[in-house]
């Protein structure tokens, strides 16, 4: 049977070992609005200090979860399938191979238990190995040192800074401009395989890995 032309590029699951990605449903709504109703979900995430209405989240659930040309994920809590948050990639770019990534794990409870580097690994690997993407870019206020840490753990550096960009709790912060890239993404993929041969397989020689960028 031939594969549906948008599983291609936006499978409706990808598993990983502690968190799986689902395309979103109808009924993810009214998490989302929850979420997003948190002041300090807005504190961490938004210009703005004020929550967004219902009617905001309404309109970006639908144009950017929901509408099948966006690759967004919903996640999931594997061991219970407990949906806990959302991903996507925007400013999709063919002409230069590059998209923006976000994330927002919603729950609270699930903060800190490595399921946002986790996904983070999974769509750096989506859009390297699967979407043929060559740079992933994301912005991230510099106070939020638990998001910075989860990204670097997944891969991104930190490239720059808008200085002074976000007034917050009574001072100001930069806003931290960070990168992914294909090529360093490949290249410690193919190391760790190498070293994971090398540990099951002790004396023999190393064989080469290769992969598909596109
Ligand atoms: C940002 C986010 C995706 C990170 O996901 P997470 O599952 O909470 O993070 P993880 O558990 O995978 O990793 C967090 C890391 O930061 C560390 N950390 C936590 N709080 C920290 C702090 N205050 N300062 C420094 N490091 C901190 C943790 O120890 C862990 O690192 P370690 O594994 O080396 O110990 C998630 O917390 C979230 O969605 N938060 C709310 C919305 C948000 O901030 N979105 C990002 C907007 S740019």
Do not use: C
């Not at 190995?129 to 997944?154: D, P, T």
């Not at 891969?155 to 808008?162: D, Q």
């Amino acid at each position: 049977m031939a594969i549906p032309e948008r599983d291609n590029w936006q499978p409706p699951l990808i598993e990983g070992r502690g968190v799986v990605l689902r395309r979103h449903r109808p009924e993810n709504l009214e998490a989302v609005v929850r979420w997003y109703h948190d002041p300090e979900l807005a504190r961490l995430t938004r210009y703005q200090t004020r929550p967004m209405t219902r009617e905001e989240v309404e309109r970006f659930f639908h144009a950017r979860l929901l509408s099948p040309e966006s690759v967004a994920y919903a996640i999931h809590e594997r061991g219970t399938d407990r949906l806990i948050g959302v991903t996507t990639f925007s400013s999709l770019d063919g002409d230069n191979g590059s998209a923006l990534f976000h994330i927002t794990i919603g729950e609270p409870d699930a903060w800190g238990r490595g399921f946002g580097t986790e996904a983070t690994e999974l769509m750096l690997q989506h859009a390297f190995e699967r979407l043929g993407l060559h740079r992933i870019g994301l912005s991230v206020f510099e106070f939020n040192e638990r998001a910075i840490r989860a990204y670097e753990k997944a891969g991104f550096v930190i490239e720059g800074r808008l200085r002074e960009a976000i007034l917050r709790d009574g001072r100001y912060w930069d806003e931290v401009q960070m990168g992914a890239l294909a090529t360093d993404w490949l290249r410690q993929r193919r190391e760790r395989l190498v070293q994971v041969a090398a540990e099951t397989n002790p004396g023999r020689q190393p064989v080469a890995v290769g992969f598909r960028v596109s």
